[in-house]
């Protein structure tokens, strides 16, 4: 009887929460749409829209429920359009970054006397490249215990393997090498490579336009 009673308690609040996720209120879904996009978890997205404490169980619960609900599922459907459109995370964008860490030229980083370029002065596809800076004080002579006024400056680059690779697995290049590494043609890799690199300029092109 005790245990029957208890189903009956059970199966009445999860009937009260469906029926709180079918009938939730347009800004309850926009402020739950809007947190759940934050970092994508439901238990805590539901906290915070809720803006009070709420036990683990039940925010976990009425999150995964909301999560379930049509209004919510289209608003944060066209939240993540907004985020995708806001950062560039096109597929286009992805390769062109590829193709600037896959294809720089160090000389960029230099000028014509062979020194280190200031970064201001340093074009923006070259510092894209760049995956740290370090700058620290020079001490050409030791021995005298003073500071030299002169400062290093040191940049780290990302590596142009892992960008080739990933370039190479996109364009499906690595199939043949994958099953005999001396049997790859690398006349047909560069083409395929240079096919890809005016295909990207092609669809940077047509993007301009269309944003006109």
């Given at each position: 009887?005790?245990?029957q009673?208890?189903?009956?308690?059970?199966?009445?609040?999860?009937?009260?929460?469906?029926?709180?996720s079918?009938?939730?209120?347009?800004e309850?879904?926009?402020?739950?749409?809007a947190?759940?996009?934050?970092?994508?978890?439901?238990?805590?997205?539901?906290?915070?829209a809720?803006?009070?404490?709420v036990?683990?169980?039940?925010?976990?619960?009425?999150?995964?429920?909301?999560?379930?609900n049509a209004?919510?599922?289209a608003?944060?459907?066209?939240g993540?359009?907004?985020?995708?459109?806001?950062?560039?995370?096109?597929?286009?964008?992805?390769?062109?970054?590829?193709?600037?860490?896959?294809?720089?030229?160090?000389?960029?980083?230099?000028?014509?006397?062979?020194?280190?370029?200031?970064?201001?002065?340093?074009?923006?596809?070259?510092?894209?490249?760049?995956?740290?800076?370090?700058?620290?004080?020079?001490?050409l002579?030791?021995?005298?215990?003073?500071?030299?006024s002169?400062?290093?400056?040191?940049?780290?680059?990302s590596?142009?393997?892992?960008?080739?690779?990933?370039?190479?697995?996109?364009?499906?290049?690595?199939?043949?090498?994958?099953?005999?590494?001396?049997g790859?043609?690398?006349?047909?890799?560069?083409?395929?490579?240079?096919?890809?690199r005016?295909?990207?300029?092609a669809?940077?092109a047509?993007?301009?336009?269309?944003?006109?």
């Amino acid at each position: 009887m005790a245990q029957q009673r208890k189903t009956v308690a059970r199966s009445k609040m999860h009937g009260g929460l469906q029926r709180d996720s079918r009938a939730v209120s347009q800004e309850m879904a926009h402020r739950f749409a809007a947190e759940y996009l934050i970092d994508l978890n439901a238990t805590q997205a539901y906290k915070r829209a809720k803006g009070e404490d709420v036990k683990d169980n039940t925010a976990a619960t009425m999150g995964s429920l909301l999560l379930r609900n049509a209004k919510v599922q289209a608003l944060v459907q066209a939240g993540a359009r907004r985020q995708q459109a806001t950062a560039e995370l096109s597929a286009v964008r992805v390769l062109e970054e590829l193709r600037r860490l896959a294809f720089f030229d160090v000389a960029d980083f230099f000028d014509n006397m062979g020194r280190l370029k200031a970064l201001k002065d340093i074009a923006p596809a070259a510092r894209a490249v760049i995956a740290g800076i370090e700058v620290a004080r020079a001490n050409l002579d030791r021995t005298d215990g003073k500071r030299s006024s002169e400062w290093l400056h040191k940049i780290k680059l990302s590596p142009k393997v892992n960008a080739l690779e990933m370039l190479a697995k996109h364009f499906k290049l690595l199939d043949r090498a994958g099953e005999n590494e001396n049997g790859m043609d690398w006349d047909k890799y560069l083409a395929a490579v240079n096919r890809a690199r005016q295909k990207l300029v092609a669809d940077k092109a047509d993007k301009a336009k269309k944003g006109r």
